[in-house]
């Protein structure tokens, strides 16, 4: 089980958490940002583009207009509030930055392993 923030979250949340390919994206973007300071703060803009790219296999700066709202809106609406609710990150939807919760590296083992 993975600890987050002294508890446990169980194998069945884990699994839940990332059964959806672009919540583990998402999760693996915050944990492959290539700064501390990438990974200290990010917008969800900046974010849903990484993860975008990750989709299509292309670098960031080739996600196209279309493509990024897409994933923005899907992340600033599902994915980050879901993943704030488990504490894993801290999403503030008013500025829409991210912050790595305190134990979001408890979730690195599991990301890119439950296929």
């Avoid at 300071?37 to 993860?51: C, G, K, M, N």
């Avoid at 709202?69 to 008013?94: C, K, N």
């Amino acid at each position: 089980m993975a600890k987050l923030d002294g508890e446990s979250l169980g194998r069945e949340t884990v699994h839940e958490l990332l059964s959806d390919a672009r919540r583990e994206r998402l999760l693996a973007a915050l944990l492959d940002a290539e700064s501390e300071s990438e990974r200290a703060t990010a917008s969800a803009t900046a974010l849903a583009r990484r993860v975008a790219a990750r989709e299509r296999e292309v670098a960031p700066d080739a996600v196209d207009d279309a493509a990024l709202e897409r994933v923005a809106v899907a992340l600033v609406h599902h994915h980050l509030p879901r993943l704030d609710d488990h504490g894993i990150v801290d999403y503030d939807p008013q500025s829409h930055e991210v912050t790595p919760a305190e134990n979001v590296d408890a979730l690195e083992p599991f990301v890119g392993s439950l296929d």
